[in-house]
């Protein structure tokens, strides 16, 4: 983070694109993606990373209010799954997953976007400490299915699965 900056949600592509690295480091009021020759050039200063945050407006989907990118973008056949945090206007206090899918070549374009979360805080141990919460850590492919590791009311670490392919569907419109 630049100097006297906090910033919690940027996240590396597990992968060069186009010979650069990429950080992702908003995705709110749009994608914003910095590339650069080498990660030495942001430690040493060299680079700032300068993100645009904050929508002036709400969005008219479930997912009213972006907050911030979870785990590092996996790559798919069909772009880069990037799963997100999100509030809903009407039920502000409650934070959900979402999902999309940027372009492989171009990270900064969101080809499909689920048109719901994916993972609400519903159950017992999502709302025991710290109400409504759910916040995304980790995930990886095993197999055929999409492991997605976070955190219940900031208390308890959970794990929830599901067949990628199916998520990948459930983003693109039919």
């Not at 989907?61 to 973008?73: C, E, I, M, N, Y």
Request: aromatic share 10%; net charge negative.
């Amino acid at each position: 983070s630049p100097p006297n900056q906090i910033h919690k949600n940027w996240v590396l592509f597990p992968e060069k694109i186009n010979g650069k690295f990429a950080i992702l480091h908003s995705i709110s009021p749009t994608i914003q993606i910095d590339f650069v020759d080498s990660l030495e050039k942001i430690a040493n200063g060299w680079h700032s990373v300068k993100s645009k945050f904050g929508q002036k407006t709400a969005r008219n989907s479930w997912d009213t209010w972006l907050r911030g990118v979870g785990p590092p973008p996996i790559k798919t056949d069909r772009g880069w799954l990037v799963l997100y945090h999100a509030t809903q206007k009407g039920d502000e206090g409650r934070y959900k997953l979402g999902a999309m899918l940027l372009d492989l070549d171009d990270p900064t374009i969101v080809t499909y976007r689920g048109v719901g979360p994916m993972l609400a805080p519903d159950e017992w141990y999502e709302n025991d400490w710290k109400q409504g919460v759910i916040f995304v850590t980790g995930a990886v492919i095993r197999g055929d299915d999409l492991y997605v590791y976070y955190g219940g009311g900031d208390k308890h670490v959970c794990v929830a699965h599901t067949p990628l392919n199916d998520l990948l569907e459930s983003l693109m419109p039919n």
